[in-house]
């Protein structure tokens, strides 16, 4: 299957802080990407959709001031939590597919724990 | 709202048993897919399948399609501690040729001990 990759695989930050989070296709061109959050034991929760160029899409209830997403080219988006708090705390994950794909999976990254103090 | 529902939530066997997991939903898929999440790490593309009444095997994994395209199944044979995880299945819907987000289903977690 396709490689997504995701950069920090952990991060703790100060509560306030702004966070970004990476997520990269390797081999194949992601015309959409999705990021998720998760909390434990708990399944996943789309908060926004992004295509390469466009603005993101946001779930309802994510707040999109919070949640910064650039998809700013085929291979990367990311993801920037600001002012980060502790209910932030969180299992993001991000998921990448490409137009041309016959059954449009989606390829996951092996996101990023976040905790915030 | 969770439009897709697992069952059972959680499951622990022992290794060499059988199991089967349930994805049911009111709504008609174009596809769905199978997932397996480790603990700390990213979902797991196992398959997809499209096509109402459709099988797939995956060495001891079967999945199977419901002939309406709203449930889909899952059966491990002789299940392994490897095979420890989280199962989501997710289904998706395809709009003028143009693929929706997926919805995920609640979740089933399996423990296979020895």
């Known amino acids: 299957g396709a490689v997504v990759s995701q950069h920090p695989s952990w991060v703790i930050c100060k509560s306030g802080t702004s966070v970004k989070i990476e997520c990269r296709s390797l081999?194949?061109?992601?015309?959409?990407m999705f990021w998720y959050r998760q909390f434990p034991k708990q399944s996943l929760m789309l908060m926004a959709t992004?295509?390469?160029?466009?603005?993101?899409?946001?779930e309802q209830g994510v707040e999109k001031d919070k949640f910064l997403i650039n998809h700013a080219s085929l291979t990367l988006s990311t993801l920037t939590v600001t002012s980060a708090h502790p209910e932030d705390s969180s299992f993001y994950i991000c998921?990448?597919?490409?137009?041309?794909?016959?059954?449009?999976?989606?390829?996951f990254g092996p996101g990023t724990r976040l905790t915030v103090l | 709202t969770q439009l897709l529902e697992q069952s059972p939530q959680f499951l622990s066997i022992q290794e060499g048993e059988n199991l089967t997991v349930y994805c049911n939903s009111s709504?008609?898929?174009?596809?769905l897919q199978w997932y397996r999440q480790e603990p700390g790490e990213g979902p797991v593309l196992l398959v997809t399948?499209?096509?109402?009444?459709e099988v797939k095997k995956l060495k001891r994994l079967t999945f199977q399609f419901g002939d309406a395209r709203k449930d889909s199944s899952l059966h491990i044979t002789a299940a392994q501690p490897g095979d420890t995880g989280l199962y989501l299945c997710?289904?998706?819907?395809?709009?003028?040729?143009?693929?929706?987000?997926?919805?995920f289903g609640t979740g089933t977690r399996l423990q296979v001990t020895l």
């Open positions: 997710a289904g998706q819907h395809l709009w003028g040729g143009t693929a929706s987000k997926l919805t």
């Open positions: 709504s008609v898929f174009s596809s």
């Open positions: 399948v499209v096509t109402g009444g």
């Open positions: 081999d194949f061109q992601a015309t959409t």
């Open positions: 992004s295509n390469e160029g466009s603005k993101a899409t946001y």
């Open positions: 998921s990448a597919r490409e137009a041309s794909w016959l059954y449009n999976e989606q390829f």
